[in-house]
């Protein structure tokens, strides 16, 4: 990273160019289309990309189109149990006596779900890109370019749910931490269609000239996201019925026996009545203007920047109970023949999509607005940006030395209806602040001899919030009994990081590089997201709010191999072990010191891969350990983390002639899971799987 670069990087920067006419010149064709076959549900994703470039005008002026398609037809079996703690009778009141000969109970406190959520998905998304570029050089000394860009992705999804409400009956007397019982829990089946839309337009007109004996480079950039839900519907049945359930997580925690499963009550359609319909949407829209302007002269480069961003979010909810909003038709109307599975569990049918649609047209209008969530849904935000920066690029013999300063100055201000709990008010609550950075850097190279060279930087890096993590927002989430209100705040700070880096690299005199790096992050403010338990409009809720950490670091080691064989075969490793911890400057549950969230003990890569005439192929392996993922405010036996995983690929190519070729991608062969649990893995939160996909396509070029 260095001064001439966003100072929002502090994992490393990427810098994205836009394709060129000129990279190659000449009249340019390339094209791809194929089509996967997905492990679950039997389903097949199509792809499909091409990209025509010219030169023309005597090389002086070039234009390119690219079009990308493609869509994924996914199931997705998911698995959510909240946990929670209990106090248990242990042993019969019978047995022992207090003083007075008064019967007394012991008691013992364990852990146990609070419900278990059990989704079965259908998702279909969708996603259409065309880039744009015009490019015009008269001369050596002069560039004016435009690129274009837009795009919208589609995800259209619809979701069978079954509940579990433990919470909603009584622990039985003798359970333990992973085994026991619920007499009259409830069970519900829900519904729901989701479709979310995201459109964004990107417009860039720029130059590139020689002048006074230097190169000075400028740009302006528009570029507008809008996210809407054209549905978010839900439809929510309750079964009369409430039989005893007992559970043991024992011997899987992550698809334990559950007994409803084998008495099937869950399968009895008939039992169940309308309980509720719900409906939530939410238009968000970000307007972006950037200006850019460098010159660079000899050893030296000066340049700045300045960037305007508005974002505004109109949220509504809507929910009926209501007898007179219940359908006409049984819940079995809206079931279709075919199963709905979830791993070895039998949740019942399908949802016959038609009929469900046209009750959600038939009835968002009438339902009744939530008022006070609706508003607090919304807000308005505006965050400007300038910088300027100056470095020096010095290079000697072996030596090599960038080093210079960037300032940045940031203003937020934003703006959100806020519901006082006490008066039951609601009033327009505006947030607003202002800070300046400063980012020195240092950068080394030194080349010990044609093979080893040696590096060293040292840097300063941001992570600026996300606009709906600064402003004074509440947003209304729930599923089964569990309401969870995520909140803003508006005195959130941007995570600071000085860096120090070191790193040797070895380069083979054939193909082939093997390195040693060490960092070391000094962080102040960092972002952690936190949760508490706590009231919201009266409700007992769960409260997620995001703060920031006074202190914390990141050190560790990286090492990289990689190496052209013999025959065409070559090898890939690479492995970083990690030591972070923030400290939050108060005490939680009786800790004020934790892992990083989000950063895992260790991450690897190795890859075997073949590359010689006609075949190409890669067989590669990623792995990643457990890492934090929330703070229970409350209870460290409750902080929820994402447990470590591994992910086997395989790529091939074939090439057929010098235009064509045949391309395989087979992705998560060994079907990993994302698993996340509370505190400990026997405590199992989130288990999602979505198979192994299997892509053949063919590549063209001209």
């Known amino acids: 990273m260095t001064p001439d670069q966003e100072a929002d990087s502090i994992a490393g920067a990427v810098n994205i160019k836009t394709q060129s006419p000129f990279k190659k010149g000449g009249f340019q064709f390339r094209a791809e289309s194929g089509s996967s076959y997905n492990q679950f549900g039997g389903t ?8 025509v470039s010219n030169t023309m005008l005597n090389d002086t002026f070039g234009a390119l189109l690219s079009v990308s398609y493609s869509e994924t037809d996914r199931q997705v079996d998911n698995i959510e149990t909240v946990w929670g703690r209990y106090l248990v009778p242990v042993i019969p009141a019978t047995m022992s006596s207090s003083v007075s000969g008064a019967p007394s109970l012991l008691i013992d406190e364990v852990f146990a779900p609070v419900e278990s959520l059990f989704k079965d998905y259908d998702t279909n998304r969708e996603r259409i890109a065309v880039t744009g570029a015009l490019e015009y050089r008269p001369n050596d000394d002069m560039k004016l370019f435009y690129n274009s860009t837009w795009s919208r992705f589609t995800d259209d999804e619809y979701r069978n749910r079954l509940s579990i409400l433990y919470s909603e009956g009584k622990i039985v007397a003798g359970a333990t931490d992973s085994k026991g019982a619920f007499t009259t829990p409830r069970i519900e089946k829900q519904i729901r269609h989701r479709i979310q839309q995201n459109h964004i337009i990107s417009n860039e007109l720029g130059f590139d000239t020689n002048i006074a004996d230097g190169k000075l480079k400028g740009s302006v950039s528009l570029a507008t996201a809008e996210q809407d839900y054209p549905r978010r519907d839900e439809l929510l049945f309750r079964s009369s019925l409430r039989p005893t359930i007992s559970y043991d997580y024992s011997l899987n925690a992550k698809e334990p026996y559950i007994s409803l499963f084998d008495t099937k009550e869950h399968l009895n359609i008939g039992s169940y009545a309308f309980r509720e319909n719900a409906y939530r949407d939410a238009d968000t829209k970000e307007d972006t203007v950037a200006v ?28 009926n109970r209501s007898s007179s909003a219940a359908p006409s038709l049984p819940l079995s109307a809206f079931l279709t023949t075919e199963e709905s599975k979830n791993y070895s569990y039998l949740l019942g049918n399908k949802i016959n999509t038609t009929l469900a649609n046209e009750y959600f047209d038939l ?16 807000y308005n935000a505006e965050e400007k940006i300038a910088a300027a920066y100056g470095m020096v690029k010095w290079k000697a013999d072996k030596l090599g030395v960038v080093a210079g300063v960037r300032v940045e100055k940031t203003k937020n201000v934003g703006g959100a209806p806020v519901f006082n709990t006490k008066t039951g008010a609601i009033k327009t609550q505006t947030s607003e602040s202002e800070n300046t950075h400063v980012f020195p850097n240092l950068t080394v190279r030194y080349a010990f001899n044609d093979g080893l060279i040696g590096r060293f930087a040292l840097t300063r890096s941001l992570a600026r919030p996300n606009f709906d993590d600064i402003v004074p927002r509440a947003v209304e989430s729930q599923e089964g009994t569990q309401l969870v209100v995520t909140t803003g705040n508006p005195d959130l700070n941007a995570t600071l990081s000085n860096n120090v880096d070191l790193s040797l690299e070895y380069y083979f005199d054939d193909i082939g590089i093997a390195s040693v790096s060490a960092f070391y992050k000094d962080l102040k403010d960092y972002n ?3 949760r508490t338990n706590g009231t919201y409009i009266t409700n ?7 703060e920031n950490a006074p202190k914390g670091e990141i050190k560790g080691v990286e090492v990289n191999f990689q190496k052209q064989l013999e025959n065409g075969l070559g090898l890939f490793a690479n492995y970083t072990i990690a030591d972070a911890s923030i400290n939050v400057g108060r005490v939680y549950a009786g800790r004020s010191k934790f892992p990083l969230p989000g950063q895992s003990d260790y991450t ?15 067989l590669s392996y990623t792995d990643r350990g457990e890492f934090l993922n929330e703070i229970n ?21 074939y090439k057929v002639d010098k235009n064509i070729e045949a391309v395989l991608e087979a992705k998560n062969l060994t079907n990993s899971a994302g698993v996340r649990y509370y505190g400990s893995k026997s405590r199992v939160y989130e288990y999602e799987k979505f198979g192994y996909s299997i892509y053949f396509g063919v590549k063209y070029k001209h």
């Not at 009835?363 to 919304?378: G, H, N, Y």
């Not at 690897?604 to 890669?618: H, T």
């Open 633 to 653: 405010a409350d209870d460290a036996a409750l902080d929820l983390y994402w447990d470590g995983r591994g992910q086997l690929d395989f790529t091939a190519g």
């Open 604 to 618: 690897g890569n190795v890859a075997v891969f073949y590359e010689k005439g006609k075949i190409s192929a890669r």
């Open 540 to 546: 007992p809720a769960i409260l997620v709010r995001p």
């Open 292 to 319: 850019k302007l460098d010159f660079e002269k000899d050893i030296f480069v000066v340049g700045v920047k300045f960037s305007d961003s508005e974002r505004e979010t109109d949220g509504s909810r809507r929910r």
């Open 363 to 378: 009835t968002k209008a009438s339902s009744p607005i939530r008022v006070e969530q609706s508003l607090t849904e919304d």
């Open 44 to 51: 097949n994703d199509k792809r499909g990309a091409f990209t």
């Open 528 to 530: 952690y997201v936190l």
